[in-house]
């Protein structure tokens, strides 16, 4: 039977015109602040926030993030550090300025800090900065009384990092899983991409995540079910919540993206 579903979408190319949604909180201690094709998570720490990366380094991403830190009612200057999942523009894009600006600490995978400094896929900009820590493979993360895991998944880039924290919502903590390089670039390894979201997966089921967080709405409906997040009225499951099971369904769009690739290449 033919499936009645839209077709997962694509992302708009990145220069494409956009229009930021406001700022919205999705749990107690998560936002999301972004557009159609890339945004960031605002997480609280109960001693200032964190962000989990930061947009495109243009000026109108600047300018998003700004606003939005203010719409979620929080001061920029308790912006700690920036987790950057992996090392492409549209994640790295605004993170040397806000360390500038407000002495945040960076965060990458090691193994991508070559490919931030030299990739010119597309005239991507580079970074010509060093950042201030490296991820540790299955490390976890002390911010307040925040708790992140960082999990190395290579695929996507070679030092892709993936989260695993928690989120509260009407008193109820989840597990959220965030997977950090979306699909295949035409330099991602497949079978590195592979082995990452068999073990990246294990290790959710692991943790119970049963709630999802993605850096490209395009990927999950995220600016629909951000849509609803800002009117949902008490007593109603949390849009981002999807449980367990959900969870695992929602990565097999990975393994599809990968399929995919595969046929692609030849590989399969
Ligand atoms: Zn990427």
Not at 11 to 16: A, E, I, L, N, T
Request: charged residues 25%.
């Amino acid at each position: 039977m033919k499936s009645w579903r839209t077709p997962r979408s694509v992302k708009p190319p990145f220069g494409s015109e956009w229009t930021a949604p406001p700022a919205t909180r999705i749990f107690d201690n998560v936002s999301f602040i972004g557009n159609v094709i890339v945004g960031c998570y605002v997480v609280e720490t109960g001693d200032g926030f964190v962000l989990i990366d930061c947009m495109e380094p243009d000026d109108k991403s600047r300018d998003t993030i700004v606003r939005g830190i203010a719409e979620l009612g929080l001061d920029i200057h308790d912006l700690k550090a920036i987790l950057i999942s992996h090392g492409h523009f549209d994640h790295y894009g605004q993170a040397d300025w806000f360390r500038r600006n407000y002495g945040c600490e960076l965060y990458l995978g090691k193994e991508d800090t070559v490919l931030a400094k030299t990739l010119a896929l597309d005239k991507w900009p580079v970074i010509d900065y060093d950042m201030d820590h490296y991820y540790e493979d299955g490390g976890i993360l002390k911010f307040g009384d925040m708790e992140i895991m960082t999990v190395l998944t290579p695929g996507h880039t070679a030092g892709c990092y993936s989260f695993i924290l928690p989120v509260w919502d009407e008193g109820r903590k989840h597990m959220a899983g965030m997977w950090g390089g979306s699909g295949l670039l035409p330099d991602s390894d497949p079978y590195a991409y592979k082995a990452s979201l068999d073990r990246f997966t294990a290790l959710c089921r692991e943790q119970h995540v049963d709630a999802e967080l993605c850096a490209h709405p395009t990927l999950d409906n995220g600016l629909e079910r951000q849509a609803l997040a800002r009117c949902i009225v008490n007593g109603v499951p949390n849009p981002f919540v999807i449980g367990e099971e959900g969870f695992a369904y929602y990565m097999g769009q990975y393994y599809a993206l990968l399929e995919e690739t595969m046929i692609r290449r030849g590989l399969k």
